[in-house]
């Protein structure tokens, strides 16, 4: 297998401080990174956006409250000359992994106690960036909780919960098969090309501009006009309006935001540093598939709740079985279809990726760099925030996957 691709731009060349994007008051045109023209998503300005997506769209916070930080102990370990072979047979650093994956940001926990921390172009450590598509497992986990409490049946159809449904290809789909991505939906998740259906989801989120002279749809609006193709439950598809009804679902099934439901559930309890906050749709609603941002020690907190099985600061967050059902996976028969090269012998559970690796290993995904990656048997966690210049994963996962591993490997001794 080769690595990412070799013609990608220059890591250090496309730095946003280094090109001063969004400096001076106000800053030049040539300088600008704004919604209207979408710019913010293209690169390599998108290396300051997904640093700052709260001064581009329409945001909600998600409260830390009131009480202290949880503690993250420090044990500095230096791994920036840990070696690293890629899926291509290269050897590298893994500070040179980061610097090709083009990272914003990352922090290793081991044991629980915080061992490496890097920040690089427009992120800080006190700074939200968004998590793309590692928002799918924070309301999948969130799902599991309230699963757990009886509020949810996954067996149950989705138009128990969100009836509006009703005529849309999920009027006939159980809550579990959202939960999993095994529903089939005449909908395409093309990043790439501007007439894909997630095209129209992110302009009914709010992440992309409404065409001229085209009304703006909401979230749940955009959500009733997919269609079915195929069967459910036959295989997986990874789809994010599946985890956009999941939103819907915990919300009618809680009758709270979000918003309010990860900082009632998660946020609060495990002691989060900073607020969070979701980028919304027209109505304030949450993007439940890709638009929660948080900073990058509160993802790796997030983490440690899960490889913990639920405990973190001193409290049962949520049920062990929450995690376990996790970890174990999906069917990875059902998984191999969708044919992710990177991915060899992996399945999808409750909106996480699951390796079934020899670690146990299991990630939050999401497009242009974002990974929670969580090993059981090293007891390590590694969060990362970054702005590659490829959407798909495809593109860094030939240097991170073998990077995750190298790391866990050392620090195993």
Known sequence: MTDAKTDMPDPAASDPVALGW??????PADKAVTYADGSFRSFPQLRWSWSN??????????WRGPG???????????????????MGGQTISFAEALAQTYADGVVVLHRGKL????????????????????TKSFTGTLAGMLVADGLIDPAAPVTHYVPELAASAFGDASVAKV????????YSEIYTDPKSDVWALRRANGMAPPLPGVPQLSLLEYLTTVAKQGEHGRVFAYKTVNTDVLAWILRRASGLSLSELLSTRIWQPMGAEEDAYYHVDRLGIESGGGGLNTTTRDLARFGEVMRNRGTFNGR???PASVADDIARGGDPAKFAPA??????GWSYRNQWWVSHN????????????????????????????????????????????????????????
């Open 53 to 62: 997506v709260r001064q581009i769209v329409p945001t909600v916070n998600v």
């Open 115 to 134: 061992v490496y921390e890097r920040y690089f172009g427009a992120l800080r450590a006190h700074q939200p960036h968004i998590g793309m598509s590692v």
């Open 179 to 186: 939960m999993d991505m095994t529903t089939g939906l005449a």
């Open 22 to 27: 969004m400096t001076g008051f106000p800053p």
């Open 339 to 344: 044919g992710y090269a990177t991915l060899p």
């Open 358 to 413: 020899a670690h146990g290993a299991y990630m939050a995904r999401g497009v242009y760099g974002q990974a929670l990656y969580i090993d059981p048997k090293a007891e390590m966690v590694i969060a990362r925030y970054a702005s590659h210049p490829a959407a798909g994963n495809v593109a860094n996962d030939p240097i991170s996957l073998p990077a995750w591993m190298a790391v866990a490997r050392h620090l195993m001794g």
């Open 316 to 318: 049962q967050i949520f």
């Open 68 to 86: 202290p930080a949880s503690s993250l102990p420090r044990a500095e370990v230096d791994l920036d000359a840990v070696a690293v072979t890629t």
